[in-house]
């Protein structure tokens, strides 16, 4: 038989993230998809960049991509703060506006052709998974900052290669 109660129970719920912030945190649903929900952020950025670009003049390309990575960064990091909060976890899995970030940084000044897209993939998730130093340690900065900040610097690592890979040719562009 259930304990007597002493009195209406206390529910404590959090508040729901407004609309933009889940919008935003999960790059528009694909952050809900599963599995590897980070892997399918960075396809679905890429996906919009590769079908996006095309419509961009020439000398457009480098200083949009540029603008599209500072707007996911600006507008990721509140995003994420919201809804990390009300979801009550400290980096949750379905926030992928920080590989949105990575991914549009690690893409900056490549050549629009396949060979491109696939390295940049390959490289910006194989940076976000292994976090070579300091990536690992901004993941402790707080709230959508520590979320965000550490795929823009694996972001800017694949950048680095990625733009060795076109210098010495062996994307073959």
């Known amino acids: 038989m259930p304990a007597p109660s002493s009195g209406p129970e206390l529910v404590t719920t959090r508040p729901r993230a407004p609309l933009w912030a889940t919008l935003v945190a999960t790059f528009f649903g694909a952050g809900r998809l599963k599995p590897g929900p980070g892997t399918w952020g960075s396809l679905a950025t890429l996906i919009v960049w590769v079908i996006g670009s095309r419509w961009l003049p020439g000398s457009w390309v480098v200083p949009v991509n540029i603008g599209l990575a500072v707007l996911a960064v600006a507008a990721g990091i509140p995003a994420a703060t919201r809804v990390a909060r009300s979801s009550g976890l400290k980096d949750p899995q379905?926030?992928?506006i920080d590989e949105t970030a990575g991914q549009l940084i690690t893409l900056i000044g490549a050549p629009l052709v396949w060979k491109s897209f696939l390295a940049g993939f390959?490289?910006?998730?194989?940076?976000?998974?292994?976090?070579?130093?300091?990536?690992?340690?901004?993941?402790?900065?707080?709230?959508?900052?520590?979320?965000?900040?550490?795929d823009v610097a694996a972001g800017l690592y694949a950048l680095a290669v990625m733009q060795l890979l076109l210098h010495f040719g062996l994307l073959g562009h």
């Open 122 to 150: 390959i490289l910006f998730r194989a940076f976000d998974i292994v976090k070579p130093y300091p990536v690992r340690q901004l993941e402790r900065l707080s709230e959508g900052t520590g979320i965000v900040v550490d």
């Open 94 to 96: 379905f926030v992928v």
